[in-house]
């Protein structure tokens, strides 16, 4: 079975360009959660959707935005980058049922100039 | 969701048990202990989690002390691939698809020696 997919693994934009980042979901798994890691850190949320809509946000500017796909696959727009927008971007992936566990993918590396 | 507090890191040889503690004095009785860990610059693996039993699967045992304020996550058998950050995650219950967010500290680096 495929595991979480995210593309691109990674990639190197300017400050001040936009970035759009994809995760596939686990077959079956409807819930879709974004974090952000950089170096030294753990990961921190970003947000969580749910059958398409969004059921959690983290502590981000309004540059960060995401939407979920019929198919439950779903897009991480960053707008207007900053150097400090370097970091690995996680998804994971979850059924939606209760109490239970979340699939992470590889992430993507964004590196930002 | 309740704090939780990990050793920054640990040793353990290799084919020794790693008993890797957390605390989470604030814990309320809702909410579960998730275990995940990092292996360097990899997504974060799920390993274990539990509300107040303890729990055993293939990779670990977590034990839950009985005041639910403290958990140990046994690796059995550690071996040189079991060197990673390991985080210790306390979650409220969620009602199905609603709020499934997960709050990483910085976690326990385990180094594993030959």
């Known amino acids: 079975d495929a595991g979480v997919t995210q593309s691109p693994t990674h990639l190197i934009k300017t400050r001040g360009q936009h970035v759009t980042l994809r995760c596939s979901p686990i077959s079956g798994h409807k819930s879709v959660s974004w974090y952000q890691q950089v170096l030294g850190q753990g990961p921190q949320f970003i947000f969580q959707?749910?059958?398409?809509?969004?059921?959690g946000r983290g502590n981000f500017p309004d540059r960060f935005s995401a939407r979920q796909f019929p198919n439950y696959s779903s897009e991480l727009n960053v707008n207007a980058l900053l150097l400090g927008d370097s970091a690995l971007y996680l998804c994971?992936?979850?059924?939606?049922?209760?109490?239970?566990?979340?699939?992470f993918g590889q992430g993507t590396r964004l590196t930002v100039v | 969701d309740a704090k939780t507090t990990q050793p920054p890191s640990m040793d353990c040889a290799e084919g020794r048990a790693a008993n890797l503690p957390c605390n989470h004095s604030t814990i309320s009785g809702n909410e579960y202990v998730y275990w995940y860990r990092q292996i360097h610059s990899q997504g974060p693996q799920y390993i274990i989690h539990?509300?107040?039993n303890n729990e055993t699967n293939e990779m670990a045992s977590l034990i839950i002390t009985e005041d639910r304020k403290s958990s140990t996550l046994i690796l059995p058998h550690a071996t040189l691939r079991d060197t990673a950050v390991y985080y210790c995650?306390?979650?409220?219950?969620?009602?199905?698809?609603?709020?499934?967010?997960?709050?990483f500290g910085k976690g326990t680096l385990l180094t594993v020696n030959p």
């Open positions: 995650i306390v979650r409220a219950s969620n009602s199905g698809g609603s709020n499934y967010k997960l709050t």
């Open positions: 994971a992936s979850s059924s939606g049922a209760q109490n239970t566990e979340a699939f």
């Open positions: 959707y749910y059958e398409k809509e969004e059921r």
């Open positions: 539990g509300l107040k």
